[in-house]
């Protein structure tokens, strides 16, 4: 059972979040866990998502949205199934980071935190995810791609692609 | 803490262990600069214009939060800080719009000083400046982005101060921005001509306050004048019973001399930075287009038509005094009111008691001060000040809701809990949101405050808490009176008491005597030495109730009403008063004064001088502030009443050669040209010379109050003089207690957004209404 009626998440996530506000000194150390846990899970941070950390935490939705805003990697709009984040950083850009993000831009039709028509992709220019010795770097989800060209790239894209159609 | 010593730019200075340095310093006359800082409230460090050199420390430290150390060596100018110091404000200005010119804070702006003082009007950012439309939040408070230096001053004055944390910061780096409750993207977005950002909150303007620069901006004073434009005077808040000292921006205009801004620029005040949203914004009454500004009388015709003063006073008085001729003293009632000064309310009595000869006088009452008296009478030190609620280490509230009826009272607790871990017992009916500051909470029932008086003498958690305290303070709401009030006095033999009541001087009607069966100083009408110096009747008169009463069974000749509205308050029915002779004081055509035979228009509380007693019984000086052609202050029309009347005015007002007394108003409380006049003073006192007095003078009055009013003889002169509260008891000894006294206390039942029979002459007191009921409907969810 979890600690709030109604919860909005599953009961796997519900029970976690409950767990999750015990363990620190100060309850509100939780927050950014549970913003990232949610979003997996919702896939964006909804208006319903922080007003239900807010009320497991004891805080008010502006603390909650203070954070929330603060955080690049946390969105309050949905994205893709699959998030593609093109990292342009130093090491990324002198490898050619730029001519993949417009790849990406070309071939799936949409621009920076934008999401193609059909909901499965959506693309983002990131800094540095910590590829660098494998530069240019993209991520999609939590799945790391690298030393990619314009055609590993549209590699990596039909396998998601294929995914979805079994 | 031990003091410690530390040296400052090579001088010797001392401190308790633990001051901050930036503390420590200013108190030795060393300035630091600071945006961030503000006293009371939690360290933020984010300006970095503190900085200071600090020996064996690698780096410039910030000042604002740095403890003092013994031995510590600290140097706070040198070249080296003064370029870190306008490094700090070349980036603060790299987006900054520079508006000086036309912003509100140009001339009072922390940032401009700064800038000025560090020479850094240049910054090297060559980008295009990010504008950003200013966004207006509710009525009252309104943002201006680009000028935000993001000091969280804001942010920390609405959670920590006002407990209401309506406001927050969003995104981050050089896109934060300071926005209330609402999803970050929808900050400025602008829908049919309202910004999607509102605020659900106290409007009590408290972060403009804070606001060091001129980002958060007032609605009723942004661009209406520059600061240097206004003389400023400090005067009390008329709205509630708590006493706030408030700077008046007066500016001369055609009819006289107009209020343009209320905010708290010397701090001196009982209410230190506070003031509520009416203290702040609700001045605007005073300016509005339906003041009266002629005398009327009521013609053959039924209306009511200006005439000259004299042709009023003059049928006002003829007809008063003939009624007295005809009917008796007795025929004739008095209504006060609770918003006049002392010395009007004083002399308003003496009015009826002396020169109509009658006890009939009474006023609207919102608290029951004379059980208050009675039951402390004898005893020292048992009555609260508002100071004690800042200090005291434990307090109970009993009844009362401060937050909405006692704005100051609310914040002195949450500031005394929050800096000093003060220990607050609440026993309520509602769930009262300064709940959330309590140590613990009762639940009352509604009208189960007798109940909860006993039970403190049980065995239960709560009762045993507060037995325990020392030193307790008790702030009693005006749910109890009577018998139940005298039982909690009696229930905690250790406390000190405060009442909580309505309006400026409910308490000083009350301490005055506006009240039909005690005289002033709730002295007894037999026997004491003010009932032999009056020479009046010793049987009590009628209460207001009971004159209406009297009037519809036509046996009130005549009712002379000053600056109150009981037709409207006490719901009274208009054909009670038509074969009654109904005289009017007031600003405005009230219910009341629109069934009045004449009315004269008064002067309000920011218009004339004199001085009010709080609920707690802290005195304050009344100074001028604006000036209304064509009113009179309610002072000089009671005197000219009896002067009608054909009295002797020497016997009412104590001014002259033959006074008792002469501690005259030199001009002392005409506010803005003091200075001068107080000059005037010691000249002539130095020169022998006796000062002139005026009939109309407060301070003849004052004197009298002094000889005659138990407590009020232990004024000083110069501490009221000098705009410093005093703390008044009333130390009657043999007091009656009254039996089977008719509980007549009435609460205005104010909020925070109403002020009695004003709060429909506020513009402003309106468009906040407006605005908290339908801009933020529920679609915000604040603290509370
Ligand atoms: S006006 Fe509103 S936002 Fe500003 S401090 Fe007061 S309660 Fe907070
Ligand atoms: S609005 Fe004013 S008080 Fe608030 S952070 Fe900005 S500059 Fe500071
Ligand atoms: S708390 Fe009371 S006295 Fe103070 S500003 Fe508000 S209404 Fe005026
Ligand atoms: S620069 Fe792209 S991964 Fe580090
Ligand atoms: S005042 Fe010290 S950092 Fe802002």
């Known amino acids: 059972m979890s600690a709030i009626a109604n ?32 979003q997996d899970e919702v896939g964006y941070v909804s208006d319903a998502v922080v007003a239900e950390i807010a009320q497991r935490l004891d805080l008010l939705e502006l603390d909650v949205r203070n954070v929330l805003s603060y955080y690049s990697m946390l969105r309050t709009k949905p994205a893709g199934k699959y998030n593609v984040q093109v990292c342009t950083n130093i090491s990324c850009m002198l490898r050619g980071g730029f001519e993949l993000l ?31 010795c494998w530069a240019p770097a993209a991520q ?24 979805e159609k079994k | 803490m031990p003091d410690v010593t530390l040296t400052v730019d090579g001088q010797k200075i001392t401190a308790p262990a633990g001051t901050l340095l930036l503390e420590a310093c200013k108190s030795h006359g060393i300035e630091i600069p600071a945006f961030c800082y503000y006293p009371g409230l939690s360290l933020q460090a984010a300006c970095r214009m503190c900085v200071v050199r600090i020996e064996k420390m690698p780096k410039l430290q910030t000042a604002c939060t740095t403890p003092v150390t013994a031995g510590m060596v600290v140097i706070t100018d040198s070249p080296e800080i003064a370029q870190a110091r306008k490094a700090t404000l070349q980036l603060l200005l790299g987006n900054h719009p520079l508006d000086c010119p ?6 009072e702006c922390e940032l401009q000083d700064m800038t000025f003082k560090y020479g850094a009007a240049d910054s090297f950012y060559t980008e295009p400046k990010n504008h950003r439309e200013e966004q207006k939040w509710s009525p009252v408070v309104y943002f201006d982005r680009p000028r935000c230096i993001l000091c969280y001053r804001c942010v920390r004055m609405c959670g920590e101060g006002m407990d209401i944390f309506a406001l927050g910061i969003q995104n981050r780096g050089s896109s934060s921005v300071i926005a209330p409750n609402i999803p970050a993207q929808l900050s400025g977005v602008v ?107 009521r013609h053959s015709d039924g209306t009511l038509k200006p005439v000259s003063w004299e042709e009023a006073l003059t049928f006002a008085g003829t007809k008063l005094r003939d009624l007295r001729q005809q009917r008796g003293p007795n025929s004739i009632g008095v209504i006060g009111s609770n918003r006049t000064t002392n010395e009007e309310n004083y002399l308003l009595q003496k009015f009826a008691r002396t020169v109509i000869g009658t006890n009939n006088i009474d006023h609207h009452r919102t608290a029951d001060f004379v059980t208050l008296a009675t039951a402390l009478q004898g005893t020292t030190g048992k009555f609260a000040s508002q100071r004690d ?41 509602e769930e009262i949101k300064l709940r959330r500051q309590a140590k613990a909470f009762v639940q009352v029932a509604q009208f189960g405050y007798g109940a909860f008086v006993e039970s403190l003498g049980a065995d239960n958690d709560f009762s045993n808490a507060v037995r325990a305290e020392e030193q307790l303070i008790v702030i009693i709401g005006n749910e109890l009176r009577g018998g139940e009030l005298a039982n909690l006095i009696k229930a905690l033999p250790n406390a000190k008491f405060a009442l909580l009541a309505d309006y400026a001087n409910s308490r000083g009607a009350s301490d005055m005597g506006v009240l039909p069966d005690v005289l002033p100083g709730y002295q007894s009408l037999q026997g004491s030495t003010i009932a032999s110096e009056y020479g009046a009747a010793d049987a009590p008169g009628l209460d207001l109730l009971a004159m209406f009463d009297a009037a519809a069974a036509g046996n009130l000749s005549a009712l002379y009403v000053v600056g109150s509205n009981p037709v409207k308050r006490f719901g009274i029915d208009p054909t009670a008063l038509k074969s009654t002779f109904l005289i009017v004081q007031d600003l405005f055509l009230t219910e009341t004064a629109a069934l009045a035979d004449v009315v004269f228009p008064a002067a309000n509380l920011y218009e004339k001088s004199g001085s009010v007693t709080n609920s707690y019984g802290d005195l304050q000086l009344v100074s001028k502030a604006a000036d209304k052609a064509g009113t009179r202050s309610d002072f000089e029309l009671i005197v000219r009443l009896a002067d009608h009347l054909g009295h002797d005015i020497k016997s009412l007002v104590p001014f002259g050669s033959q006074a008792k007394g002469l501690r005259a108003d030199q001009g002392q409380t005409r506010g803005a040209e003091s200075g001068e006049a107080d000059r005037h003073a010691v000249w002539i006192t130095a020169n022998n010379l006796e000062p002139k007095l005026s009939p109309f003078d407060p301070f003849a009055i004052l004197d009298e109050i002094q000889r005659l009013v138990p407590g009020y003889d232990k004024l000083l002169r110069l501490q009221l003089l000098s705009g410093n509260d005093q703390h008044i008891a009333p130390a ?22 109403t002020s009695g029979s004003l709060t429909r002459y506020s513009p402003m007191l309106q468009d906040v209404q407006r605005h908290q009921t339908t801009e933020v409907s529920g679609h915000l969810t604040s603290a509370d």
């Open chain 2, 102 to 107: 036309v912003c509100d804070a140009g001339g």
């Open chain 2, 732 to 753: 009657s000894s043999g007091l009656v207690q009254i039996e089977n006294r008719k509980d007549l206390v009435l609460p205005s039942s104010d909020t925070l957004f």
């Open chain 2, 389 to 429: 609620v800042e200090k005291a280490p434990a307090l109970l509230l009993v009844g009362g809701d401060p937050t909405n009826q006692a704005p100051l009272t609310a914040w002195n607790i949450r500031t005394n809990v929050r800096l000093n871990k003060a220990r607050l017992y609440v026993a309520n009916h």
């Open chain 1, 7 to 38: 919860t909005i998440f599953s009961p796997e996530l519900a029970a976690r979040f409950d767990k999750l506000v015990t363990i620190y000194p100060l309850k509100r150390s939780a927050l950014v866990p549970m913003l990232l846990y949610a």
């Open chain 2, 191 to 297: 829908e049919n001509g309202v910004e999607l950002a509102q605020l659900d909150c106290e409007q009590c303007g408290m972060c403009i306050d804070a606001c060091p620069v001129g980002a958060l901006t007032s609605g009723t004073y942004r661009y209406k004048t520059r600061p240097w434009e206004m003389n400023h005077v400090a005067t009390v808040c008329t709205h509630c019973g708590d006493g706030c000292k408030t700077t008046l921006g007066v500016r001369s205009v055609s009819d006289g001399s107009q209020i343009l801004r209320g905010d708290n620029r010397d701090k001196s005040g009982m209410n230190g930075d506070f003031l509520c949203n009416k203290g702040r914004y609700a001045f605007d009454f005073a300016n509005n287009v339906e003041r009266l500004t002629s005398p009327l009388v």
């Open chain 1, 140 to 163: 999609v989800n939590y799945d790391f791609h690298d030393e990619l060209t314009p055609a590993k790239m549209d590699a990596v894209l039909d396998t998601y692609r294929a995914r």
């Open chain 1, 102 to 132: 417009d790849h990406c831009k070309h071939t799936l039709g949409i621009g920076h935190k934008e999401t193609t028509e059909d909901g499965l992709f959506s693309l983002e220019e990131v800094e540095c995810i910590g590829a660098c």
